[in-house]
Nanobody, 118 residues
Framework: QVQLVESGGGLVQAGGSLRLACVVS????????MGWSRQAPGKEREFVASMNWSGSSTDYRYSVKGRFTISRDVAKNTVYLQMKSLNREDTAIYYC???????????WGQGNQVTGSS
């Protein structure tokens, strides 16, 4: 059984930082692209950040570029999202996902709430 479990969310003041973690159980990260998306109340889910299967390339949503960093620890089967300078626009439920590098169905975690207060 493969599962993705997010943690590390919470409430922070504007300008604060959080680090989300996504632990993948049941298999290693190899051969899978990993990423984060988020969904704010009343909004559609949107892409935040991703990393290719080898960890050699990353991609970010424009609004988080320079503030968020995606990374991974293959030995721990964990993907991280370091978030800095958080603001109200970042308030959302953040979801970790994985996709086969060769294409196919994505697997999603249950989500973790991040709230940037004013």
């Amino acid at each position: 059984q493969v599962q993705l479990v997010e943690s590390g969310g919470g409430l922070v003041q504007a300008g604060g930082s959080l680090r989300l973690a996504c632990v993948v159980s049941g298999r290693t990260l190899s051969s899978y692209d990993m990423g984060w998306s988020r969904q704010a109340p009343g909004k559609e889910r949107e892409f935040v950040a991703s990393m290719n299967w080898s960890g050699s390339s990353t991609d970010y949503r424009y609004s988080v570029k320079g503030r968020f960093t995606i990374s991974r620890d293959v030995a721990k089967n964990t993907v991280y999202l370091q978030m800095k300078s958080l603001n109200r626009e970042d308030t959302a439920i953040y979801y970790c996902y994985e996709e086969p590098a060769a294409g196919g169905e994505a697997l999603w975690g249950q989500g973790n709430q991040v709230t940037g207060s004013s």
